[in-house]
C-alpha cells in the first residue's frame, strides 16, 4: 500500500530565509506525487505535482520539489520564504482512485 | 471562475442529530471526493463518486453517507454524529479518477458536535 511520510512536524523559519520540507514516499511503481498547502480554517490548494519527466518540478508562488528516486523522496522548496507561507502543508501520492496523505508540516514563519 | 464550493462553512450540530454537508462544483468533474480531517491529522478519504458510482472506503464508519442527485452537487450525511465526528470535512472534485488525477478541493465544512 502506498504511504507517505513527513517527518517534520512543525519548521520555523525566518522570513527570506530558505525553506526545505522533507517528504519521503512508499510506492511499488512510478509514483504520481503532489505537495499541497492548507491556510488555516482553508481548504487545500496544489502548489505543484510529479507524474513522469524532469525531475525538478516548478510550482505556483515561487515553491519547486525535486523526485529522487534513489531516495524516495520528494522535498518541497523555496528560495526565500514569506510571512504569507505560513501554514500546512502536505505531501500526498496518488494511489489508485485515491490520494494518500502525510500527517502535514505547519510552517511558522518568524520576522 | 470554475471552483468547488461547500456549504455551510462551519456547521454546529447537537450529539446523535442528523446534520447534512453540501458541496457544488462547476468544474464539470465526473469524481467528487469526501475526505474527513482531524485536527492535526492528514485528510482521509471517507468515499467518492464516479458520476453515479459510489465508492466507499472499507473503514469509513456506516454513520456516513453519501448522495449524488446530478454532476454538480454532492452531499454528506452523518445519520447519528458522536464528539469524535467533530472535524474539518473537505470536499474535492477530480476529471476522471485515473491514478494521478489532480484533486481540487473545496475551503471546507468545520464541523462541531456538542
Known amino acids: 500500500a502506498q504511504s507517505v511520510t513527513q517527518p517534520d512536524i512543525h519548521i520555523t523559519v525566518s522570513e527570506g530565509a530558505s525553506l526545505e520540507l522533507r517528504c519521503n514516499y512508499s510506492y511499488g511503481a512510478t509514483p504520481y506525487l503532489f505537495w499541497y498547502v492548507q491556510s488555516p480554517g482553508q481548504g487545500l490548494q496544489l502548489l505543484l505535482k510529479y507524474f513522469s519527466g524532469d525531475t525538478l518540478v516548478q510550482g505556483i508562488k515561487g515553491f519547486e520539489a525535486e523526485f529522487k528516486r534513489s531516495q524516495s523522496s520528494f522535498n518541497l522548496r523555496k528560495p526565500s520564504v514569506h510571512w504569507s507561507d505560513a501554514a500546512e502543508y502536505f505531501c500526498?501520492?496518488?494511489?489508485?482512485?485515491?490520494?494518500?496523505f502525510g500527517t502535514g508540516t505547519r510552517l511558522l514563519v518568524s520576522p | 471562475d470554475a471552483m468547488v464550493i461547500q456549504n455551510p462553512r462551519y456547521q454546529v450540530t447537537q450529539f446523535g442529530k442528523p446534520v447534512t454537508l453540501s458541496c457544488s462544483q462547476t468544474?464539470?468533474?465526473?469524481?467528487m471526493y469526501w475526505y474527513q480531517q482531524k485536527s492535526s491529522q492528514a485528510p482521509k478519504l471517507l468515499f467518492h463518486?464516479?458520476?453515479?458510482?459510489?465508492?466507499n472506503e472499507a473503514d469509513t464508519p456506516d454513520n456516513f453517507q453519501s448522495r449524488r442527485p446530478n454532476t454538480s452537487f454532492c452531499f454528506l450525511d452523518i445519520r447519528s454524529p458522536g464528539l469524535g465526528d467533530a472535524a474539518m470535512y473537505l470536499c474535492?472534485?477530480?476529471?476522471?479518477?485515473?491514478?494521478?488525477?489532480?484533486?481540487?478541493f473545496g475551503p471546507g465544512t468545520r464541523l462541531l458536535v456538542l
Open positions: 463518486y464516479y458520476d453515479k458510482d459510489f465508492n
Open positions: 468544474l464539470n468533474h465526473n469524481v
Open positions: 500526498a501520492v496518488a494511489g489508485f482512485q485515491k490520494l494518500v
Open positions: 474535492a472534485t477530480s476529471r476522471t479518477s485515473g491514478t494521478g488525477e489532480t484533486q481540487y
